[in-house]
C-alpha cells in the first residue's frame, strides 16, 4: 500500500496513506478533530476521550484491520481516517471520522471508496456500518460507494449492510 492522492468533487485534494500498525498517534489527532457531535455519530454514543486501549485496538493494523488517513496539502494534522475489520472470510465492517471543518466536502467518501477499493482487492465482497439511526450522512455515504441490501435495527442502532463486489 503506498501514497495515494484524491480529489474529491466538492472538496480539497487529499493525500492518503494506510495508517502504520501502532500509530495511535495519528488516531488521536483525527479524533482530537471532532466535536461532540461527530463523535458521538462515529462511536454511536458520547465519548469525551478515547481510553490507551480504545487508541491501541483502533490503531492495530493486521490481516484483519486496515485503515487509511487523510491529509490536506497544508494543514500539518490528519483530516480524517477510514477503518476496515474483516468480520468473516468476504465481510467487514467499516467506520470512518472526518474533522468537523472537513465535512459536506466529499472527504468522506473520497475516502471511504479508497477503503472499499482496498476491501475488494482483499477478497471482501460486503461491508456493514452501524451508526446511530439519527446519522443519515452515515447512510447517505455507504449509498455513494456501495450497493446497500439491507438496513436494520441491531439494538439501538441502525446496521447497513453492503454489497461491494
Known amino acids: 500500500m503506498q501514497t495515494r492522492y484524491l480529489t474529491p468533487k466538492d472538496g480539497p485534494h487529499l493525500i492518503v496513506r494506510p495508517l502504520r500498525n501502532g500509530d495511535g498517534t495519528t488516531v488521536l489527532q483525527v479524533f482530537e478533530r471532532l466535536g461532540a457531535d461527530s463523535r458521538r455519530a462515529r462511536f454511536n454514543g458520547p465519548k469525551p476521550c478515547l481510553s490507551a486501549a480504545e487508541v491501541a ?21 490528519p483530516v ?4 476496515l475489520a474483516r468480520t468473516s472470510r468476504g465481510s467487514a465492517e467499516i467506520a470512518f471520522a472526518v474533522a468537523d471543518e472537513y465535512q459536506h466536502r466529499g472527504v468522506g467518501a473520497a475516502l471511504a471508496a479508497e477503503l472499499v477499493a482496498d476491501a475488494r482487492l482483499a477478497g471482501i465482497t460486503e ?3 452501524l451508526t446511530s439511526p439519527d446519522n ?3 447512510l447517505a455515504l455507504v449509498k455513494r460507494i456501495a450497493r446497500v441490501v439491507d438496513v436494520r435495527f441491531e439494538g439501538p442502532e441502525l446496521s447497513i449492510r453492503a454489497a461491494i463486489a
Do not use: E, N, Y
Not at 80 to 83: C, Q, Y
Open 136 to 138: 443519515p450522512a452515515a
Open 127 to 129: 461491508i456493514t456500518a
Open 57 to 77: 485496538s483502533l490503531a492495530r493494523m493486521d490481516a484483519s484491520h486496515h485503515a487509511l488517513v487523510a491529509w490536506v496539502p497544508g494543514d500539518p494534522l
Open 80 to 83: 480524517a481516517i477510514a477503518r
